[in-house]
C-alpha cells in the first residue's frame, strides 16, 4: 500500500531564504510523486512529478525535488522565498499504472517572514 | 480557459436531504476523480472513473455515488448528508501524461 509523510505541519521562514519542505513515502512499486501547492480558499496547483526519469525534477516559481529511493524521500526546495510562497504544501504519491489513485499527505503550511 | 469547472462553489445542507455535487472537464481526460478536504488530513479520494462508463471506489466512498456517463461530466451524488461529510470537495481529471488538474472546489456545510 502507497501512503506518504510530510515531516513538518508547519514552516516559517524568511523572504530570501531557502526552504525545504520534507515528504517520505512508502511505495510497493515504483511510484509517481507529485508536490501540489494550495493557496487560501483555492484549487490544487501541480508544482512538479517525478515518474522515473531523472531524480532531481525542476518544476514551476523555482522549486525542485530531488527523488532519492534509499531514503525513500522526495524533499521540495527553493533557493529563495518569496512573499507569495505563503501557502500549504502537499506531498502525493501513486502506484497505479494510471495514476488514478493519489495519496496525498497531510500539508505542510509555509509561512514567508518579511 | 479549459480546466475542470465545478457548481456549487457553496452550498448548506440539512441532514438527510440529497444533492449533485457537478463536475465538468473539457481537456477530453480519461481520468476523473472526487476528493474530500478536511483539516489536517490532506485529500482523500472518494471515487474515481477511467473512463466513461467505468467508476470505482477509493478510500472513503461511504454515503457517496457516482456514474461517468459520458467523458466531460462525473457528478457526485449525496444519498442523504449527514454532518461528518461536512467538508471541501474536489473534482479533478488527467489524461495520465501529466498531473492531475483539479477544480476550485465546492465547500459543504451540513447543519
Known amino acids: 500500500a502507497q501512503s506518504v509523510t510530510q515531516l513538518d505541519s508547519h514552516v516559517s521562514v524568511s523572504e530570501g531564504t531557502p526552504v525545504l519542505l520534507r515528504c517520505n513515502y512508502s511505495?510497493?512499486?515504483?511510484?509517481?510523486l507529485f508536490w501540489y501547492v494550495q493557496h487560501p480558499n483555492k484549487g490544487l496547483q501541480l508544482l512538479l512529478k517525478?515518474?522515473?526519469?531523472?531524480?532531481l525534477v525542476k518544476g514551476i516559481n523555482g522549486f525542485e525535488a530531488e527523488f532519492k529511493k534509499s531514503e525513500t524521500s522526495f524533499h521540495l526546495t527553493k533557493p529563495s522565498a518569496h512573499m507569495s510562497d505563503a501557502a500549504e504544501y502537499f506531498c502525493?504519491?501513486?502506484?497505479?499504472?494510471?495514476?488514478?489513485?493519489?495519496?496525498f499527505g497531510t500539508g505542510t503550511r509555509l509561512t514567508i517572514i518579511p | 480557459n479549459a480546466g475542470v469547472t465545478q457548481t456549487p462553489k457553496f452550498q448548506v445542507l440539512k441532514t438527510g436531504q440529497s444533492m449533485t455535487l457537478q463536475c465538468a472537464q473539457d481537456?477530453?481526460?480519461?481520468?476523473m476523480s472526487w476528493y474530500r478536504q478536511d483539516p489536517g488530513m490532506g485529500l482523500r479520494l472518494i471515487h474515481y472513473?477511467?473512463?466513461?462508463?467505468?467508476?470505482d471506489q477509493g478510500e472513503v466512498p461511504n454515503g457517496y455515488n457516482v456514474s461517468r456517463s459520458t467523458t466531460e461530466d462525473f457528478p457526485l451524488r449525496l444519498l442523504s448528508a449527514a454532518p461528518s461529510q461536512t467538508s471541501v470537495y474536489f473534482c479533478?481529471?488527467?489524461?495520465?501524461?501529466?498531473?492531475?488538474?483539479f477544480g476550485s472546489g465546492t465547500r459543504l456545510t451540513v447543519v
Open positions: 479533478a481529471s488527467t489524461n495520465r501524461v501529466n498531473g492531475y488538474t
Open positions: 511505495s510497493s512499486y515504483s511510484p509517481s
Open positions: 517525478y515518474t522515473s526519469a531523472a531524480t
Open positions: 502525493v504519491v501513486s502506484e497505479s499504472f494510471g495514476n488514478e489513485k493519489l495519496t
Open positions: 481537456m477530453n481526460h480519461e481520468y
Open positions: 472513473s477511467v473512463g466513461a462508463g467505468i467508476t
